[in-house]
């Protein structure tokens, strides 16, 4: 058994999604400081003009919100990333067939899945993404084969053979 971090694929797919949450982290916290730089500037240029500047308070404040929030995101995609590269070293991928069922519902049919088989059940999962351009590259990949892993109770990885990154899932609970 090769845990999947040993896989140099996988060490390229991670540091593709590493690299979008750095990304996403640099982008929004440069937002942030052109809202704090703009903030500066239109109150000094409101103090030499006599007025205020139109719009200038609502451009900082748009600024600060999308910035943070991107930030945020950013963060949280690398915390993920770290602990996604932590539970793949413990486990070794499992090829299979994905099948789409939907924008975002996915299922893995790992090798030797036999869809008569009565016993037999698929991997059931949602896209943890809600990104569109995620979803589509996602989407690209029905029927087609590709290695998923699980990186939680209830958390799957997946990429496959010439894609930059790996895609997060959830796997839906059975009602």
């Given amino acids: 058994m090769t845990p999947a971090a040993d896989d140099p694929r996988t060490r390229a797919a991670l540091s593709g999604y590493r690299a979008g949450a750095l990304r996403w982290l640099a982008g ?11 903030a500066g500037a239109a109150v000094a240029i409101s103090r030499d003009a006599g007025r205020p500047l139109p719009l200038a308070g609502l451009l900082v404040v748009v600024l600060v ?3 943070g929030v991107a930030a ?12 996604w590269f932590r ?5 070794p991928w ?6 789409m069922a939907g924008p975002a519902v996915l299922s893995f049919e790992p090798e030797g899945y036999d869809e008569l088989d009565p016993t037999a059940d698929p991997v059931r999962l949602r896209l943890a993404s809600t990104a569109v ?16 892993a699980p990186v939680g109770s209830r958390e799957w990885v997946l990429t496959a053979d010439g894609v930059p990154t790996v895609y997060g899932a959830r796997a839906v609970r059975r009602h």
């Fill in 28 to 38: 929004g916290l440069i937002a942030v400081v052109l809202a704090v730089l703009l």
């Fill in 133 to 148: 351009w995620r979803t589509r590259a996602v989407q690209q990949l029905h029927d087609a084969v590709v290695r998923a």
């Fill in 65 to 67: 919100f999308v910035g």
């Fill in 72 to 83: 945020v995101a950013g963060a949280g995609a690398l915390l993920r990333a770290h602990r």
């Fill in 87 to 91: 539970a793949l070293r413990t486990v």
């Fill in 94 to 99: 499992q090829t299979g067939v994905l099948r």
